[in-house]
């Protein structure tokens, strides 16, 4: 199957704030600058998708058809501060389309609590949240809190990998995939690729689910530093062969 018959982008917001090492190059900012954006990368805006997932076609049948994995706010974060007057809107498009998955990246896991719908209970069936760690000290300080909330299924994204990273206190069968990516972009830190084979490593021995998801822009392997134009970023990922146990349980990517 194509990536449009199973996938889909769901951007109900735009804009971010820097909150962490990981955000210093953000590609939200980078592509904003390259189209010449006349509003600042950090204003967060409602955009004109806010409504995507009640959408319909002329026949009446949903623009997202049931099933797809619904990609969302992946050009802002779903709990930033500058939308929480419309969260309670997008919850609630999210709990009727009950019939799609919602998958989103957060490195705002801090403010869970704070940006629940009143009726989440131990989470909702129909959504998948990451959190975002970019270095030790970012997974010291997210992932605990990450692992007490009631969140039905969870992954863990190391993106962009500044650092070797130990994931180790952390993984276990709750966690339905960890993904980890270097940066991209021309300002891009280096990603070691030993640091990745070592975070699959600890994924083989808690057998939790692994993925190269993306080679980032500078990758450093057997001493040699590779420089990856960005349509080859994932592919070459995906060449390298060493994702691991993806698919045979929950399929959120």
Partial sequence: MTWEEVFAEWNPWHGCTKVSPGCKYCYVYRQDTMYGAEISSSEVRKTTSFNLPLKRKRDKSYKIPSGKVVFTCFTSDFFVEGADEWRAEAWAMIRERSDLIFFFFTKRITRFAACMPEDWGNGYDNVIIGCTVE???????????????????????????????????????????????????????????????????????????FRFHQTGAKLLKDGKLYRIRRPFQISQACKAGINYRIGEDFKPV
């Fill in 135 to 209: 270095n030790q000290e970012m997974a010291e300080v997210r992932l605990p809190v990450f692992r007490s909330l009631p969140i039905k299924h969870r992954a863990i994204i190391v993106a962009p990998m500044l650092e070797r990273v130990d994931l180790t206190p952390w993984l276990d069968r709750s966690i339905v995939e960890v993904s980890v990516s270097g940066e991209s972009g021309d300002a891009a830190r280096v990603c070691d690729y030993e640091w990745i084979l070592d975070l699959r490593r600890q994924c083989v021995e808690k057998e939790v689910p």
